[in-house]
């Protein structure tokens, strides 16, 4: 059991690291010796753990997409009324752009990297989409009655936190997700008086 447990956060240490890499440098500019001295392991235990860099790339989505699913639900659970909740992801969306650290959506960033050439990079990054597509649908079909008129409008507002996530990066700014905000708001308001 104490092995599993030294493993388990061996392991864990090691996605932290290649995370932090990874997101600020880009994924094919940082090696597998790089993320192994820098979390103070043997080589041994790098590809025990992660017997290839593909296998690493993808635990560190995989954290990504908790954090992000983690940072919404808290947003939204935060919130009092349907509108309000479908409103909150943007304001996850601010303070995640304020922070320091912040260099863009990990998802869009490694699927523009290694999307044309990794398949399972392409699939984890779609199915994150997809999820958070549907995270949105489920709020959205709260808020607007009807079926059609919410899946479009949930449509629309993932594509304006989408947007808002690349323009905040490029711009170094977190304005975007308060633009992006205002402008759901807009659209849940047309969609709820069609």
Known sequence: MVTNTVEADTRAHIVTVADELFYARGIQSVGMDEIRSRAGVSLKKLYAAFPGKDQLVAA??????DYWEHGIAEAVAAASSPRDR?????????QWFGDD????????????ELGATSPSVARIARE?????????AELAADVVPDRGVAAELAAQLALLAEGAQTT?????????AGHARRAAAVLIDAATRA
């Open 101 to 112: 650290t912040f260099r863009g959506c990990g998802f869009i960033n490694a699927f523009g």
């Open 60 to 65: 560190v989505l995989a954290g990504r997409h």
């Open 168 to 176: 905040a990066a490029i711009a170094g700014d977190a304005s975007p």
């Open 86 to 94: 479908l409103l909150a992801m943007y304001d996850f969306l601010e």
């Open 128 to 136: 994150h989409k997809e999820s958070f597509q549907r995270s949105v």
